[in-house]
């Protein structure tokens, strides 16, 4: 059974800072691309950071230079390291992974709750 587990949510303070983790069970964690999403109320679900196929990284353009997305394939875990949190920043983060050989295999975790607000 895959299991996608988020954590490191929570409240802080515009600012602050947050890391979350995602750690995967029941897949061969090096061979899915992986990403975090989030939704905020009333909106679209949007890709926040991501790995490609290549290796690289993407991020949405409004995180670029506060988020750092990394992994560790000997843990099976994925994380996002948010800097500078801003208000607008509040959402449910989703973890997302996408296997390099079967891009229609993908599975999401359940979400974890961040909230920027003072």
């Known amino acids: 059974q895959v299991q996608l587990v988020e954590s490191g949510g929570g409240l802080v303070q515009p600012g602050g800072s947050l890391r979350l983790s995602c750690v995967s069970s029941?897949?061969?964690?090096?061979?899915?691309?992986m990403g975090w999403y989030r939704q905020a109320p009333g909106k679209h679900r949007e890709l926040v950071a991501g790995?490609?196929?290549?290796?690289?990284?993407n991020y949405a353009d409004s995180v670029k230079d506060r988020f750092t997305i990394s992994r560790d394939n000997a843990k099976n875990t994925m994380y996002l390291q948010m800097n500078n949190l801003k208000p607008e920043d509040t959402a449910v983060y989703f973890c997302?992974?996408?296997?390099?050989?079967?891009?229609?295999?993908?599975?999401w975790g359940q979400g974890t709750q961040v909230t920027v607000s003072s």
């Open positions: 029941g897949i061969i964690f090096s061979n899915y691309l």
């Open positions: 997302y992974a996408r296997s390099r050989y079967r891009p229609t295999t993908n599975y």
């Open positions: 790995f490609t196929s290549s290796g690289s990284t």
